[in-house]
């Protein structure tokens, strides 16, 4: 999508890009997961795990793919937690799914909560990487990398221009 948008990171773009669109379809979800899984060249893991919201339905096609457990994390209070009976095994091997990544944000608050359990963190998977350079101390592989342009909300042409910034993702906050 095109326009004024504020993204998770708090960075803002002109461009949004919205995974859950395709993911909605099961076989083109399929079809990616298994292109994923493809490309992934590191430890087999044991479970996918995806950060609430977009991680979601990613980790659990991806999950498919692998022909293994997939769970999530959701935030409470802020922080991200396991919930709803999930858990991980001290040493499991577990592969983080998010949609896109941009500044890695959302994943990098996911990884100490994970080995908190006793994970043993063997990647992050993605659909899109927006950002630069390797936003994470553990393999990562997205399918795709886009060179799309982000702002800091001060320096943001857009902002500078008067257009409202709108915040579509799963954590929708008025824009600045």
Do not use: N
């Not at 060249?41 to 044991?46: K, L, V, W």
């Not at 959302?106 to 390797?134: F, K």
């Amino acid at each position: 999508m095109k326009g004024h948008f504020k993204l998770s990171s708090g960075l803002h773009s002109d461009q949004y890009l919205q995974c859950a669109r395709v993911l909605a379809h099961p076989r083109r979800a399929q079809a990616l997961c298994q292109t994923l899984r493809d490309l992934w060249d590191g430890r087999h893991p044991d479970v996918i795990v995806g950060p609430a919201m977009g991680g979601v339905v990613l980790a659990f096609a991806l999950a498919q793919a692998f022909d293994v457990p997939g769970i999530f994390a959701e935030r409470v209070d802020g922080a991200f937690a396991l919930r709803r009976g999930f858990s991980i095994g001290p040493g499991e091997k577990v592969l983080i799914a998010e949609d896109v990544v941009t500044t890695g944000g959302s994943v990098r608050e996911l990884i100490p909560v994970l080995r908190e359990w006793g994970a043993d963190i063997v990647g992050v998977q993605s659909l899109v990487h927006r950002g630069a350079g390797e936003p994470f101390d553990v393999p990562f592989t997205p399918l795709v990398r886009l060179d799309l342009q982000v702002w800091k909300p001060e320096e943001c042409p857009l902002c500078a221009e008067g257009i409202p910034a709108v915040k579509p993702g799963s954590r929708p906050e008025e824009g600045r």
